[in-house]
């Protein structure tokens, strides 16, 4: 199997075999064109990420077709997202994408909110409450 090394930003080196980087090209997005999609969408992007710019979350918002899009952006965030604080909301989303998905199947236009979050609950940030919680705090 012939291999692709390539520098890592956060340091070090990546191996990947060279078939898996030519097959990805199959899957490549042309954003020059609307993309015709219509499944909820979720991005949490991290305006620290030197690996994709957070601009291009919302160029896909502005290029995938679905009304069902939303971006979180994290001040803090890098590429990899791994604070406590952001895999609680990382987990919170999961969580509440899954239950909209659930209800949306069912024939309602949305889930109703959490009752609870999961994982790991910061006692210092407001992203562990639920936004009732949240409204209730401003």
Known sequence: ????????????????????????????????????????????????????????????????????????YRKMGDHRLMSPTDINLISYEVDRLLKHIEAQDAGARAAPPLEKTINYQPTHHPAHLQPSQQLAKL
Do not use: N
């Open 1 to 72: 199997e012939e291999q692709v090394k390539i520098k890592m930003k956060y340091g070090g080196w990546g191996i990947l075999r060279k078939d898996f980087c030519e097959r990805t090209r199959d899957f490549e997005i042309d954003f020059d064109q609307p993309v015709e999609i219509d499944i909820p969408i979720r991005i949490i992007h991290g305006i620290r990420d030197h690996d994709v710019p957070h601009e291009f979350s919302l160029m896909a918002m502005e290029r995938f077709t679905t009304k069902d899009f939303e971006v979180i």
